[in-house]
Structures are given as C-alpha cells and as structure tokens.
C-alpha cells in the first residue's frame, strides 16, 4: 500500500512538473499549475519552464565604467568591490539566475561588466542596475502656503533612503486600505524611524515630500504623527516600475559612480549543434548503463533501470522547480550524476548476492543488503556532496550551475537508489 501511495506522488510530480504549459483536451484549453505563493504583501508567481543560461539562450552584455577620481587611491579596490556586490544584489533581486558581474581594468581605466542570460531589454537593465534611487524626505520651506507651494519650495529634511531597512511592493495605503493599484511601502530602521516621528510630528496638517533621484514622486498631507517608522510611497506606477523601485531601495547605493560605455544583446555562445550533441552523449551514456545493469544483474538491472528512468524524470522536474538556471556546465553535472545514481546499485547488488550465497532466505537477503550497503553508499554520496558544495561556495557562473545540478543529482538518486529500487524489490523480485 506504502509502495502504490509513493508511485502515484512521484508519478504526479513528474507529470504536473512536466507537462506542456498549454495543452488541449476535448476541444477546452488546460494550462500547467504557476507557483503563486503569498509573501506578506509581495506575490512570487512563476512557471516551470526551464531556466537556460547564457551559453545556451544568449542574454544582455553591459560595460560600465567606474568614476574613482574622489577616491583616494588604497581604497579604490575594496570600492570597486562594494559596487559589484550592490549590483549583484540588484541582478538577483531580478530574479536573474546565472549572472556573470565582475570588475576589470583597462588601461588606467576601472570597469564593471555584467552579463544577464534571457534579458533582452537592455534599456530595462540599464535603468535597473545602474540607477543610484536617492530616497528623500522633504518638508515645506516656513515661508511658503501648502496651497500654492510648488515643488522647488521643498527643503531637504535629512531622512533619506540611508535609514531605510525594506522596500516592498504593496496594494494598499498606510491605512492598511487594499487597492488594486501597486505602492511601495517603506520601513525605517531604528534612526529613521525616529527622524520619521519628528517630521511627521512638526508637519501635521502639511504636506510632506518624497524625492528620487532629485524627482517628485508624491507629496501626501501628514495627517497624524507615525511612530512605527513606515511610510508608503503612491504614485501613478506599473507593478514593473514598483518592482525596479524596490529593486533599486533595497540594494542601496551604488559606491561608486559608473556610467554605460556599452550594451548589446548577445547570442548564445554555444550553437544549438554543440547542445544537441550534449544531449546525444548523455542519452548514450543512459542507454549503455541500461545494457550494463541487464547483462549483469538480469531482472534486478531492469528494475534499477526503471528506478534510473525515474531518477532522471525527478531531477527534470526539481530543475524547473527549483528553479536551476541550466548552462551546458550544468548539464555537464546531470550527466555525471546519472553515472553515480546506478553506482549504489551496484553496491546493494553486489551485498544482496553475497547475502544469497550465504544461504539468507530472499527476503532477509533484500533487506541485510540495504542496510549492509548502506553505509558505504552514504558516505560515497556525501564526500560528492561536501566537494560540490566547496564549489558551488567558491565559484561563480557555470561553476555553481555545474555544482548545483550535480548536488540536486546526487541527493535524488540517494532516493531513487534506496527508496525506489527497494521499494520495486520489494513488489516484484522472486529468485529462480
């Protein structure tokens, strides 16, 4: 019964996982199930299609250069340094997978480039990573009437987005009213909430200003003094502009200045041909593992080769879950893992004969070799674990793909290998 009730998730997992995004049955449209998952007031909805990197489905190519003239020399590096995480900050918060940012040096010249796979909008990631949003809290100048003040009229008050702690999209106002309309809400770390209680305290009744980037966003009337140190910034924006506000507040400011020197959309290094031939190899390599596990273990390879198949139907899936951003890099360690995933198999079959020639009835022989072999395919698989988990720490770009899908491998076929196999064993293996 434990046996039906785990083929019939697994089953279902793959099949939801990895159906067609659109399909048609009986002449009505059916469309494969988003995430759409609840986050406060933020919203995570994605496909499960697969994530390919740069080598594979091309991307978008920025060139900056870095303004460290008002540097002072010993600091230039640790400078350098600070702007590329905030733009690696900013990338991830895009939800771009797989990106390459590093610095250079050209000459006498500093330089930051940045590699984006599957974004084709370079004016979109132009104005999202390198944008400094300088956030600013400004009251009305003494002199002047809320009534016909203009915006100029508008004095600097200190609070700016340097004592913000979180930016995030919301629909609603500080009244907790929900509107279908997108906001940004702000909350203050424990400075800015108190310089936050002081404005609104001193300018009840006036309006109060918020600034970025030296332009007007919205200028609310403070109706009552707020102590909690949140605020919401209205404005006539898109969900796609509140997002790149958030993106932009949340990553902070940019260290130091940097200006485009160049942009272009970049195809994918690799041609479809050497893909292919990628997925060829490892078919083959699939299919003489099958051959392999028949010629020497008979009717227990064919079942290893059923729990194989759905090894590789499982890592699919969790791929377009996850999701894992494939490069060929990565696809490199899915290879090497199907290798590994009939490795533990061996190792259970090989102490299941033993158990058998020792005279052990089949069944007490089934159950002594999963547990006999059990120790040694644990520790193989977590060495494999601990290295790729050293690389995936340490490296960057393809090396983490590589890393991540060979973790991801290695952890389902532990599952496939001793939950699967056994459970297949179990069901359907008699001895002659």
Do not use: C
């Amino acid at each position: 019964m434990r046996t039906t009730i785990l083929f019939i998730l697994v089953l279902l997992f793959i099949v939801i996982t990895n159906m067609p995004s659109q399909f048609t049955i009986g002449g009505r449209k059916f469309y494969r199930p988003m995430i759409n998952i609840s986050l406060g007031n933020g919203r995570i909805i994605r496909d499960l299609n697969f994530r390919l990197g740069l080598d594979l489905q091309g991307g978008t190519h920025l060139a900056y250069a870095a303004d460290v003239s008002k540097i002072d020399s010993s600091q230039i590096t640790a400078a350098m340094a600070s702007t590329r995480n905030n733009i690696e900050r900013r990338v991830n918060l895009l939800g771009v997978s797989e990106a390459l940012v590093q610095t250079s040096r050209v000459g006498d010249e500093n330089r930051l480039i940045v590699e984006l796979p599957g974004v084709k909008d370079v004016n979109q990631a132009i104005s999202t990573i390198g944008t400094t949003a300088l956030l600013e809290f400004r009251q009305l100048a003494p002199d002047k009437s809320a009534t016909e003040a203009a915006f100029t009229d508008f004095l600097p008050t200190g609070l700016t987005g340097a004592e913000l702690k979180l930016a995030q999209v919301q629909f609603g106002n500080s009244q907790g009213q929900i509107s279908s309309a997108p906001s940004v809400g702000l909350e203050f770390n424990s400075e800015g909430a108190g310089k936050f209680s002081e404005l609104t305290k001193n300018n009840i009744g006036k309006p109060l200003a918020i600034f970025l980037d030296e332009v007007p966003v919205t200028a609310p009337t403070v109706q009552t003094e707020i102590t909690d140190g949140k605020a919401v910034i209205t404005g006539d924006f898109t969900v796609d502009e509140a997002k790149r506000l958030v993106v932009q507040l949340n990553a902070g400011a940019l260290p130091v200045p940097i200006k485009i020197i160049e942009q272009r959309n970049i195809g994918a290094t690799l041609g479809s041909e050497s893909v292919a031939k990628s997925l060829f190899a490892g078919l083959v390599g699939l299919v003489l593992i099958w051959v392999f596990m028949l010629a020497n273990y008979g009717f227990k390879g064919l079942l290893a080769n059923i729990a194989l198949t759905i090894y590789v139907l499982i890592s699919l899936s969790l791929f377009r879950l996850i999701p894992v951003t494939l490069t060929l890099a990565g696809i490199a360690g899915f290879i090497l893992s199907v290798g590994m995933a009939v490795d533990a198999n061996i190792l259970i079959f090989e102490r299941i004969k033993e158990e058998i020639r020792w005279g052990r009835p089949l069944r007490a022989a089934l159950e002594l070799g999963f547990h006999r072999a059990w120790t040694s395919v644990r520790d193989s698989n977590f060495s494999s674990i601990i290295t790729a988990g050293i690389l995936f720490w340490f490296g960057s770009g393809p090396v983490r793909g590589f890393a991540l899908t060979l973790i991801v491998g290695i952890l389902v076929s532990l599952f496939t290998s001793i939950t699967i196999t056994r459970s297949l064993l179990r069901t359907f293996y008699r001895p002659k």
